[in-house]
């Protein structure tokens, strides 16, 4: 049995007001990521993986509703604090690292001073001892030539070199939970590959990773866990090498068969595209690109139920 889950997000549901009428973006989804674990979070792009953790962060656009749920986070409901109780959470807490770095990093501030700002703001530490932190912290994400480069500003660095000081901040600041939305999209596949281990090594040293990606086969060898989302669901969740073992879902199956074996070569696809938030299915939101659907799954919205060792929310699961 494993321990409870440092993070939680229970039966939320969220909806985005257009033009006075709001449309539900996600649907009553359920995570839970656990303490020293990488959990991905797999979906096609508008599906919804960004404002659910934006929604831990409580950094949701001015035009979203939130519509039910809860999200806890040491026994306490996130969607209770105020404004100033989040200010203690984010950053400090909970750290996002972002799929643009240039939106996490000040263009006028070098990477050192960068460090020393959040390493004083969070440590009781003189300017000089801070400065060693911020040397041993950047040494610890393989920042290259740290003591000539630390003098750098954030236009000088490479992509990657960018998300190695993000990364860093997070864990000058001792955040427990690291979100990264896409980190990696941006950066060729060889950097890419050096952050996902750079993130597995951070979760070795007991660290909960969230990781955002909309491709499965990035996140099969470096995550613990994987919930998939189609339209605003969760509709599967399962350890990684359950989930690529035993797919139940058929949009996971779908997946899994649409991943490239070898570069380049493409196995069967699926057909169709998600509709957009403001056309409203009846039943499963998976049925109009469904082989198995029927009218159980056209009048009816699947939940999460066990099947096997998996979460899945399909009525007729492989
Ligand atoms: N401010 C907004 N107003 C209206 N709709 C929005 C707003 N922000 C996001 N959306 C819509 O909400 C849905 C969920 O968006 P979200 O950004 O969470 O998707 P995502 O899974 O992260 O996609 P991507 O892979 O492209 O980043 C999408 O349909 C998106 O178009
Ligand atoms: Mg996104």
């Given at each position: 049995?494993?321990?409870?889950?440092?993070?939680e997000?229970?039966?939320f549901?969220?909806?985005?007001?257009?033009?006075?009428?709001?449309?539900?973006?996600l649907?009553?989804v359920?995570?839970?990521?656990?303490?020293g674990?990488i959990?991905?979070?797999?979906g096609?792009?508008g599906?919804g993986?960004?404002m659910?953790?934006?929604?831990?962060?409580?950094?949701?656009?001015r035009?979203?509703?939130?519509?039910?749920g809860?999200i806890i986070?040491?026994?306490?409901n996130?969607?209770d604090?105020?404004e100033?109780?989040m200010?203690k959470?984010?950053?400090?807490?909970?750290?996002?690292i972002?799929?643009?770095p240039?939106?996490s990093l000040?263009?006028?501030?070098?990477?050192?001073?960068?460090?020393?700002?959040?390493i004083?703001?969070?440590?009781?530490?003189?300017?000089?001892?801070?400065?060693?932190?911020?040397?041993?912290?950047?040494?610890s994400?393989?920042?290259?030539?740290?003591?000539?480069?630390?003098?750098s500003y954030?236009?000088?660095?490479?992509?990657?070199?960018?998300q190695?000081?993000?990364?860093?901040?997070a864990?000058?600041?001792n955040?427990?939970?690291l979100i990264?939305d896409e980190?990696t999209?941006?950066?060729?596949?060889?950097?890419?590959?050096?952050?996902?281990?750079?993130?597995?090594?951070?979760?070795?040293?007991?660290?909960?990773?969230?990781?955002?990606?909309?491709?499965?086969g990035v996140?099969?060898q470096?995550?613990?866990?994987?919930s998939?989302?189609y339209?605003?669901h969760?509709v599967?969740?399962?350890a990684?090498?359950e989930?690529f073992?035993?797919?139940?879902h058929?949009y996971?199956?779908?997946?899994i068969?649409?991943?490239?074996?070898?570069?380049?070569?493409?196995?069967?696809?699926?057909?169709?595209?998600?509709a957009?938030i403001?056309?409203n299915?009846?039943?499963?939101p998976?049925?109009?690109r469904?082989a198995?659907a029927?009218?159980?799954?056209?009048?009816?919205?699947p939940t999460?139920?066990?099947?096997?060792?998996?979460?899945?929310?399909?009525f007729?699961?492989?």
């Amino acid at each position: 049995m494993r321990e409870n889950p440092l993070l939680e997000i229970k039966n939320f549901s969220l909806g985005l007001e257009i033009d006075k009428k709001v449309y539900p973006v996600l649907k009553n989804v359920n995570f839970s990521f656990f303490k020293g674990k990488i959990h991905a979070i797999v979906g096609e792009s508008g599906c919804g993986k960004t404002m659910s953790v934006m929604s831990v962060l409580k950094l949701l656009p001015r035009n979203s509703r939130i519509l039910g749920g809860k999200i806890i986070f040491e026994n306490e409901n996130i969607l209770d604090f105020s404004e100033k109780q989040m200010l203690k959470i984010r950053g400090r807490k909970i750290a996002l690292i972002p799929q643009d770095p240039m939106t996490s990093l000040n263009p006028l501030y070098t990477v050192e001073n960068q460090l020393l700002e959040v390493i004083m703001l969070h440590n009781e530490v003189s300017r000089d001892q801070a400065k060693k932190i911020a040397i041993k912290t950047l040494e610890s994400v393989e920042f290259k030539d740290v003591k000539n480069r630390i003098k750098s500003y954030p236009h000088e660095l490479s992509g990657g070199m960018k998300q190695r000081v993000i990364i860093a901040m997070a864990l000058a600041a001792n955040a427990d939970i690291l979100i990264a939305d896409e980190p990696t999209t941006a950066l060729d596949v060889t950097i890419q590959a050096q952050i996902l281990k750079l993130l597995m090594k951070i979760k070795e040293q007991g660290k909960t990773i969230v990781l955002i990606t909309h491709d499965l086969g990035v996140v099969a060898q470096y995550s613990d866990d994987i919930s998939i989302m189609y339209l605003g669901h969760v509709v599967e969740r399962a350890a990684t090498n359950e989930l690529f073992k035993n797919p139940h879902h058929p949009y996971t199956k779908a997946l899994i068969e649409a991943l490239p074996v070898k570069k380049g070569k493409k196995l069967k696809n699926i057909v169709g595209q998600p509709a957009p938030i403001t056309e409203n299915i009846t039943g499963c939101p998976f049925n109009p690109r469904c082989a198995k659907a029927d009218y159980l799954c056209f009048s009816q919205i699947p939940t999460l139920k066990n099947v096997h060792n998996s979460n899945v929310a399909c009525f007729h699961p492989y």
